[in-house]
């Protein structure tokens, strides 16, 4: 009898972590242990937001063997301590895949920087085959935000290239994307574009009246502007703060952020004092139809240098919740080309507007608050958008068929 196809994956996150790339990774592993194969994931102990997961060494966790490394513990609230981290999974991971049971794929995603070169080595010694996953794009994202100088960056360079030119595949999250891995020189032949994508069996559109997040936190009729997610170092936050601070004396407009990241305390700095805002913390997976559904429309931002280098997940919950989105960022980012070709929201580029982006912002935000009926023309647009394009069914199922393809040829 012929052995199931057996796959690796492997990111810092996984399951029970906050982090969207592991929520994504443990979505499509349970898809695949569905379907036939034998799947495995290698991941960290070490929790986003620091500290340990709650989780065993190993355990399997509905039909996925799931390792967990050693891990510091100290997450991403401090430069060095992420580096720490990154330094620790990188170096057991390249140990782990050089002596190791043989997997048909490894696939490698790119939390940390430079993880694809782990599978780039284990390749050349023990003939492993291996597939990249670009989450984001490495370490051209450390470049632009100043983490990582151009010397070493420049060193970094022939190994990031390398481990991307024996790829098997590299599954890119959009055309915007693409362009940029071809740019850095990845053979186009090798990029496959998927999107990433929320689910359909956990976000169904809750109503205000319905939402018992909205009796719990003592919201009425006020018209909620939502951000929600990681606040990072990729993201802009100078007009949404702006907007806020204009808009903290009038009582009918309610910013509520969820979430964290290293920009939380900041952004907490600027709105003390203001009471239509507050800053919930990250909510359980299970819990978020009711809050992405509390929004009346949501709030999405990234800085102009970004532009496919990151596609940020929360798109795809705020579609499946059947609201309207409001990006502050560049036009041509992948993102915002989502928004305007589906006709969701609305996107507002600083590089465009200059110093009056938040004015345009503000006059958005009201415009927004007083068509009730073109934000349900939205929200309809953008869940049908989803089910379409970007529920886990449909995007999985693409995984899996060039998963087989992959591992027959």
Same mark, same amino acid.
């Given at each position: 009898?012929?052995?199931?196809?057996?796959?690796?994956?492997?990111?810092?996150?996984?399951?029970?972590?906050?982090?969207?790339? $592991?929520?994504?990774?443990?979505?499509?592993? *349970?898809?695949?242990?569905?379907?036939?194969?034998?799947?495995?994931?290698?991941?960290?102990?070490?929790?986003?937001?620091?500290?340990?997961?709650?989780?065993?060494?190993?355990?399997?966790?509905? #039909?996925?063997?799931? &390792?967990?490394?050693?891990?510091?513990?100290? #997450?991403?609230?401090?430069?060095?301590?992420? %580096?720490?981290?990154?330094?620790?999974?990188?170096?057991?991971? =390249?140990?782990?895949?050089?002596?190791?049971?043989?997997?048909?794929?490894?696939?490698?995603?790119?939390?940390?920087?430079? %993880?694809?070169?782990? #599978?780039?080595?284990?390749?050349?010694?023990?003939?492993?085959?291996? !597939?990249?996953?670009?989450?984001?794009?490495?370490?051209?994202?450390?470049?632009?935000?100043? +983490?990582?100088?151009?010397?070493?960056?420049?060193?970094?360079?022939?190994?990031?290239?390398?481990?991307?030119?024996?790829?098997?595949?590299?599954?890119?999250?959009?055309?915007?994307?693409? /362009?940029?891995?071809?740019?850095?020189?990845?053979?186009?032949?090798?990029?496959?574009?998927?999107?990433?994508?929320?689910?359909?069996?956990?976000?169904?559109?809750?109503?205000?009246?319905?939402?018992?997040?909205?009796?719990?936190?003592? +919201?009425?009729?006020?018209?909620? !502007?939502?951000?929600?997610?990681?606040?990072?170092?990729?993201?802009?936050?100078?007009?949404?703060?702006?907007?806020?601070?204009? %808009?903290?004396?009038?009582?009918?407009?309610?910013?509520?952020?969820?979430?964290?990241?290293?920009?939380?305390?900041?952004?907490?700095?600027? !709105?003390?004092?203001?009471?239509?805002?507050?800053?919930?913390?990250?909510?359980?997976?299970? *819990?978020?139809?009711?809050?992405?559904?509390?929004?009346?429309?949501? %709030?999405?931002?990234?800085?102009?240098?970004? !532009?496919?280098?990151?596609?940020?997940?929360?798109?795809?919950? +705020?579609?499946? =919740?059947?609201?309207?989105?409001?990006?502050?960022?560049?036009?041509?980012?992948? &993102?915002?080309?989502?928004?305007?070709?589906?006709?969701?929201?609305?996107?507002?580029?600083?590089?465009?507007?200059? /110093?009056?982006?938040?004015?345009?912002? +503000?006059? &958005?935000?009201?415009?927004?608050?007083?068509?009730?009926?073109?934000?349900?023309?939205? $929200?309809?647009?953008?869940?049908?958008?989803?089910?379409?394009?970007? *529920?886990?069914?449909?995007?999985?199922?693409?995984?899996?068929?060039?998963?087989?393809?992959?591992?027959?040829?």
């Amino acid at each position: 009898m012929k052995s199931r196809p057996s796959i690796l994956f492997v990111n810092q996150h996984y399951w029970p972590d906050v982090a969207a790339t $592991g929520q994504i990774l443990s979505d499509l592993a *349970e898809y695949l242990v569905a379907s036939g194969f034998r799947v495995g994931v290698l991941c960290s102990r070490g929790s986003y937001e620091g500290g340990r997961v709650e989780a065993p060494d190993r355990e399997i966790r509905r #039909g996925v063997e799931v &390792t967990r490394v050693p891990s510091p513990g100290f #997450g991403r609230k401090r430069h060095s301590g992420r %580096l720490l981290e990154y330094a620790a999974f990188l170096a057991q991971v =390249a140990g782990r895949l050089a002596s190791g049971p043989r997997w048909d794929l490894i696939v490698l995603l790119t939390t940390p920087s430079m %993880l694809p070169v782990s #599978g780039w080595v284990a390749e050349r010694l023990r003939r492993r085959p291996y !597939a990249i996953w670009s989450m984001d794009v490495h370490p051209e994202i450390e470049v632009a935000l100043g +983490i990582l100088p151009g010397a070493a960056s420049r060193t970094l360079r022939p190994f990031d290239r390398a481990s991307y030119g024996r790829a098997k595949f590299v599954v890119a999250l959009g055309a915007c994307m693409k /362009d940029v891995l071809v740019d850095k020189g990845v053979p186009e032949t090798l990029i496959r574009t998927i999107p990433v994508w929320s689910r359909k069996d956990e976000l169904e559109p809750i109503e205000r009246a319905d939402n018992d997040l909205a009796a719990e936190l003592g +919201i009425r009729d006020e018209f909620i !502007a939502m951000y929600s997610g990681n606040a990072g170092l990729a993201h802009r936050f100078d007009e949404v703060l702006g907007a806020i601070e204009r %808009l903290k004396d009038e009582p009918e407009f309610e910013f509520v952020f969820i979430g964290g990241g290293p920009r939380k305390a900041e952004i907490l700095a600027r !709105a003390e004092g203001v009471r239509n805002f507050r800053y919930l913390g990250y909510q359980p997976r299970g *819990e978020l139809a009711r809050s992405l559904s509390l929004g009346d429309v949501h %709030l999405l931002t990234m800085r102009g240098d970004m !532009a496919g280098l990151v596609v940020p997940v929360k798109l795809y919950g +705020i579609m499946a =919740a059947a609201r309207p989105v409001v990006m502050v960022g560049p036009r041509g980012s992948e &993102t915002a080309r989502t928004i305007e070709r589906e006709r969701i929201g609305r996107v507002i580029d600083p590089a465009e507007h200059g /110093d009056a982006a938040t004015d345009v912002l +503000i006059d &958005t935000l009201r415009e927004l608050r007083e068509d009730v009926r073109g934000r349900q023309r939205m $929200g309809s647009r953008a869940r049908a958008a989803f089910l379409e394009r970007y *529920e886990r069914a449909a995007c999985c199922a693409r995984w899996e068929q060039l998963i087989r393809e992959t591992v027959r040829g």
